[in-house]
């Protein structure tokens, strides 16, 4: 489902399109017109996403070229699918060691993901 522009900075109301127009022929079509949800993303997590798609979905392919461990590129991740509203987001672990294990027994992380998260001081 498409969904509007950002938000009005002055009012807080959601901002729509009204006008179109080819910069060619100078057509010009006035209407309501909505964009989807990645619209409203900026240009450094489109870009991410964008190589999330050209490397088929392969985190430890994203990892190698972004170098960036596996913690901070599903994060990154994370934070994208939260703003698109696609991932709820998850509470803080108040036991740090089970919320590990939990995401071990899940498949969600490896043993060195898990490693590195409690070395790096990160969360997934």
């Known amino acids: 489902m498409p969904h509007p522009l950002p938000r009005c900075p002055i009012c807080g109301n959601e901002m729509t399109i009204k006008k179109l127009e080819c910069p060619n ?8 017109f909505w964009v989807n949800r990645l619209a409203s993303l900026p240009q450094e997590e489109l870009e991410f996403l964008e190589l999330f798609l050209k490397t088929r979905g392969n985190v430890k392919e994203m990892e190698r070229i972004l170098k960036l461990s596996y913690p901070t590129v599903r994060s990154k991740l994370d934070n994208i699918l939260k703003k698109l509203g696609l991932l ?12 590990i294990i939990n995401k ?3 498949g969600e992380i490896t043993v060195q993901d ?3 998260i409690l070395e790096e001081g990160e969360n997934v």
């Open 104 to 106: 071990l027994e899940r």
């Open 25 to 32: 022929c100078k057509i010009t079509i006035e209407g309501e």
């Open 88 to 99: 709820e987001e998850e509470e803080e672990p108040k036991d740090k060691v089970k919320w």
């Open 114 to 116: 898990a490693l590195k």
